[in-house]
């Protein structure tokens, strides 16, 4: 190939690889970061378009070791990261290829579970390794190789060190390419987790259904004024207790409740997921979530905590007022199919805005109305009326954990929740509530001993719960470079 035909046929296979190798990075750029800050967006757009350009130009350089292993690093860079929000549906990052690395010994596990997901971008990985060793088009002048490599490190060099300005972050809104690669030099020079191995001792057999609950957005306040609304049934509530969530933030949350986050001196402490842990004593998990599309997983799990999930329904397809009704109805026969199940549910819950989270016309409200009020309301609806219907369908064989992933403040025009600069106590205030037929109760506990509750219900071995102090996290959970934690604390 020669001329104008071979350079228009090279950046035709050079746009579609790019195409094919960042599949979600129109949704990223134009719908993630234009929606919520304009300036990070022309930043990102513009950091895409110059990388593009520069990785064309290195593709078209005469063979060279620096460019085979230059390009090649883009290229791993690009299977890995589409490969990950294929199956997680999140943005891969640091601390998602730590979590990697220190669970090789699971990768032929995890090639077979994903195996749908790991071959057509590995079929892109080879297309475009293709492209890096037989197409070689109208070759640059041999002096000008040194400036467009220098060009390219240049690049990264600036986006590595905005990364460790970031503690390893800044990942999201870069290309595929550039995503598994900007973070590996931080990685190789700190650690955010420790994971701790601990021993799993099995004290009794225990064969309940263990249900997990956690609502979106709930405030103890709110929440507690929803139940007086209609006093009629309020047994089923007499053991609520005020807690505080983990974190103010959701995913952040859910992460630290799923793997058992633990602080030491300061020191982010990871334990062995839950979902592992129920399948590896027998249980059958389940897991429905009211928020997220089918197999897009927003929660931060690993694709090996996934794969250890025997049954996902997804409630995303409904409209918001239907959502939580729809998971109730799939719940209740779940739990009446059997014992010893571990189902985790993502309720859609009272995100804002309030008012298409149920129907206002029931309770006789408008949007005109006060957000307070709407909330509560919906908390009525969604929240109330929804554990009043579960309580009363479940046998003696289910054990019901439920609790929000972080609460609600309604001060002055400050953020509701996932506010990192100056957060208010009620963004971690939310409902605790341990449930059983028989009405047995639990000690107090802190917020970080609900992951022990949950092993204590699988009859695992663990120590007794003493009150203690609440940690409430806001911001990155993130200690590298000597990043301070941001958390509060509270008895």
Aim: proline share 2%; net charge neutral.
């Amino acid at each position: 190939m020669s001329g104008i035909y071979s350079k228009i046929i090279f950046i035709c296979l050079f746009l579609s690889y790019i195409i094919l190798s960042n599949n979600n990075i129109y949704d990223t750029l134009f719908i993630d970061i234009a929606h919520n800050d304009l300036n990070k967006f022309y930043f990102y757009f513009f950091v895409n378009i110059l990388f593009f350009i520069s990785f064309f130009l290195c593709l078209l350089l005469k063979n060279s070791i620096i460019k085979f292993f230059l390009c090649i690093s883009f290229l791993f860079s690009a299977f890995a990261s589409q490969v990950f929000q294929d199956i997680s549906g999140n943005i891969i990052n640091i601390n998602d290829i730590e979590i990697a690395l220190l669970n090789l010994n699971s990768l032929g596990d995890f090639i077979q579970e994903y195996s749908s997901i790991i071959i057509p971008n590995f079929l892109v990985l080879i297309y475009g390794f293709l492209l890096l060793i037989f197409f070689k088009v109208s070759q640059l002048h041999i002096n000008k190789d040194g400036y467009v490599y220098s060009g390219i490190i240049l690049i990264i060099c600036f986006l590595v060190t905005l990364s460790i300005k970031r503690g390893g972050f800044a990942t999201q809104g870069l290309p595929t390419q550039l995503q598994a690669v900007i973070p590996i030099p931080s990685l190789m020079i700190t650690k955010n987790f420790e994971f701790e191995n601990e021993k799993i001792i099995i004290e009794e057999e225990r064969n309940e259904n263990i249900v997990l609950i956690i609502d979106e957005s709930v405030s103890f306040e709110f929440f507690m004024q929803a139940i007086e609304i209609d006093d009629s049934e309020n047994e089923y509530f007499n053991n609520t207790k005020k807690f505080y969530s983990i974190h103010n933030c959701s995913a952040q949350s859910v992460f630290s409740l799923m793997n058992g986050l633990k602080v030491n001196d300061e020191k982010i402490i990871i334990r062995k997921n839950l979902w592992v842990i129920a399948k590896e004593n027998g249980y059958e998990t389940v897991y429905l979530s009211g928020q997220e599309k089918e197999n897009n997983y927003q929660y931060l799990q690993s694709p090996n905590d996934i794969r250890n999930i025997d049954k996902k329904i997804f409630f995303s397809k409904y409209d918001h007022k239907k959502r939580d009704k729809e998971i109730l109805e799939n719940l209740i026969p779940i739990l009446k199919k059997g014992k010893k199940k571990f189902v985790v549910v993502i309720k859609n819950g009272s995100h804002f805005p309030y008012h298409n989270k149920f129907d206002l016309d029931k309770y006789g409200l408008n949007k005109e109305n006060n957000d307070e009020l709407i909330y509560t309301y919906s908390l009525k609806e969604n929240s109330v009326e929804f554990l009043k219907k579960l309580f009363v369908s479940i046998d003696e064989d289910t054990r019901v954990l439920y609790l929000s992933d972080h609460g609600q403040a309604f001060q002055n025009k400050s953020f509701k929740h996932c506010n990192s600069t100056n957060p208010s106590i009620n963004e971690w205030k939310v409902p605790f509530i341990y449930y059983d037929v028989q009405g047995n109760n639990i000690e107090d506990i802190n917020n970080l001993e609900v992951y022990d509750l949950v092993l204590s219900l699988f009859g695992i071995k663990r120590e007794k719960f003493k009150p203690s102090t609440n940690y409430l996290f806001y911001g990155n959970l993130n200690t590298r470079f000597d990043t301070n934690l941001k958390f509060k604390k509270t008895r």
